[in-house]
């Protein structure tokens, strides 16, 4: 019985590193999709404000230069916040495209940490009904900004790749998503 056990043992250790010698990040081009939670919140709203959590996603692609380098663009939509206080009521979204440059560190054949720093073009779209002073209405912004990101990775065959990240937006408040995302390399 320990015979087999040990056999067992033995051929699982060899798959995994057979796994991890695949895993290795290789150049080229990748796309992906990620889903978490995010938070949106406003500095001031009649004097108040507030974060609200809500759900997040975000499309990306991007190349790989190296193990350690790459670029990456993306469509985000980070949810929702609201606030309400009696019959008023105010919600702010923010959705837009980035482009960041992804440094990676790669912690063995399967696991690497990474972070991400880039530019990000977004609209932040506010609704309010009963606000006392303002009434009921709706007024949209676009701006732009720097968005940043770290995580980890890690990678299954040298194709799939796994990632927890978390981002982060300044859009006069705040906006940032923790998300759990797969990406597919070809």
């Not at 087999?4 to 895993?23: S, Y």
């Not at 993306?74 to 482009?99: I, P, Q, R």
């Not at 990101?149 to 796994?162: D, K, P």
């Not at 990240?165 to 070809?186: C, H, I, K, P, Q």
Request: charged residues 15%; contains cysteine.
């Amino acid at each position: 019985m320990y015979k087999r056990f040990g056999l067992c043992a033995v051929a699982a250790l060899g798959l995994m590193g057979t796994m991890a010698a695949q895993a290795d990040t290789q150049p080229g081009f990748y796309a992906g999709a990620g889903i978490g939670s995010s938070t949106v919140g406003a500095d001031e709203l009649d004097g108040t404000g507030f974060d609200d959590s809500d759900t997040g996603f975000k499309i990306f692609g991007g190349y790989t230069f190296n193990e350690n380098f790459g670029v990456e663009v993306s469509y985000f939509d980070f949810g929702e916040g609201s606030v309400s206080a009696g019959t008023a009521s105010a919600s702010v979204g923010v959705t837009g495209l980035s482009a960041s440059a992804v440094g990676r560190l790669p912690i063995n054949a399967m696991f690497a940490v990474f972070g991400k720093l880039g530019f990000a073009s977004y609209d932040v779209d506010t609704n309010f009904r009963n606000v006392p002073g303002f009434g009921n209405g709706h007024f949209s912004d676009s701006d732009s900004d720097m968005i940043y990101g770290v995580g980890g990775a890690l990678s299954f065959g040298g194709n799939f790749e796994a990632r927890l990240e978390y981002e982060a937006l300044n859009v006069d408040g705040d906006a940032s998503m923790l998300s759990v995302s797969g990406l597919f390399r070809f």
